[in-house]
């Protein structure tokens, strides 16, 4: 992937843990709602926030993190 490609993040809130793992592994991209549920601040960072992403999928109890390249292929 080229430094301007953009990556696709989405996620299924209602299924939310609401652990706080995706938000202090990457703040820019995810954040929470006034009930602690995760949202998506950014749904297209860029590819230099991949293992920020990645660890935030990872560190998700739920797996609700969705993540997909600049194609819309499944990442993980």
């Known amino acids: 992937m080229s430094s301007t490609a953009r990556l696709t993040v989405a996620v299924r809130s209602r299924q939310c843990a609401a652990s706080g793992g995706c938000r202090r592994a990457a703040p820019t991209v995810f954040g929470r709602d006034d009930h602690g ?3 998506v601040l950014d749904p297209h960072p860029s590819v230099e926030l991949l293992e920020d ?3 935030a999928y990872e ?3 739920m797996a609700v993190i969705e993540v997909y390249d600049e ?4 990442l993980v």
């Open 37 to 39: 549920w995760v949202t």
């Open 53 to 55: 992403v990645l660890e």
């Open 71 to 74: 194609q819309g292929a499944p």
């Open 59 to 61: 560190s998700c109890p």
